[in-house]
Each structure stands twice: as structure tokens, then as C-alpha cells.
């Protein structure tokens, strides 16, 4: 099983207050979810919501501010290995922007429409 627990995630914000600042957006915010061994996982949101951010963290991409994430109860981001464990045991499918089902900006206009 593939399990986050509490993930919270934040990038450097664009806008400092000093030439050199350190302040930080935070895009997610105690995320938690687990994907049953065998099960497939869509992930669908508005632009912005925090989609791409989820992915990376789940295949080890991105390492979170806080939280976990488990494959099969260990840690992934524990060292190494735990990354390598996982690119052996997952298989992600990226989106083809090419072919997307909806050509309005949010799934929610497209499925209303």
C-alpha cells in the first residue's frame, strides 16, 4: 500500500519583502490518502488546486515539508533506497496536454457544460 499521512508542502514565494527574503507559499496543507496494492489512482482538481504537487510527492519527486509517505509501511524519504523501492513497485502515466477531455479550464465547467 502507497499511504500519505499529513503531507504539507510549500515552494519559495515569488513576491519577497527583501532582495534575499525566505518567505514561502504553502500549497499543501495535511494532505492524507492511501492507494490499495493493485488499484489505480486518477487524481482530478481545477488548475491550481495542487494536483502536479501530489503526484511529485507520491513518486518520490518531492520531498514534503512535513508528513509521510509510506510504500508498503516504510518510509520513502527516509534515504535512498526507500526512493528506489518505490520507482520498482509504481508506474505513472503523465498527462498528454495534447489530448485533454475537456477544453474548458476547470473539469467542472466541462462536466456542466
Known amino acids: 500500500m502507497l499511504e500519505l499521512k499529513d503531507i504539507c508542502v510549500s515552494f519559495r ?5 527583501k532582495l534575499f527574503g525566505t518567505s514561502r507559499d504553502q500549497v499543501l496543507f ?5 492507494v490499495e496494492k493493485g488499484s489505480c489512482l486518477g487524481i482530478l482538481g481545477e488548475t491550481g488546486s495542487g494536483k ?11 520531498k514534503p515539508d512535513s ?5 508498503d509501511g516504510e518510509e520513502i524519504y527516509r534515504n535512498r533506497q526507500g526512493r ?3 520507482q520498482k513497485k509504481i508506474s505513472i502515466v503523465f498527462q498528454d496536454y495534447t489530448c485533454l477531455l475537456y477544453t474548458s479550464p476547470s473539469p467542472r465547467d466541462g462536466l456542466l457544460s
Open 13 to 17: 514565494s515569488e513576491r519577497q519583502d
Open 30 to 34: 495535511d494532505v492524507s490518502l492511501q
Open 52 to 62: 502536479s504537487t501530489v503526484g511529485r510527492v507520491l513518486c518520490g519527486l518531492l
Open 67 to 71: 508528513g509521510q509517505v509510506l510504500l
Open 84 to 86: 528506489k523501492n518505490l
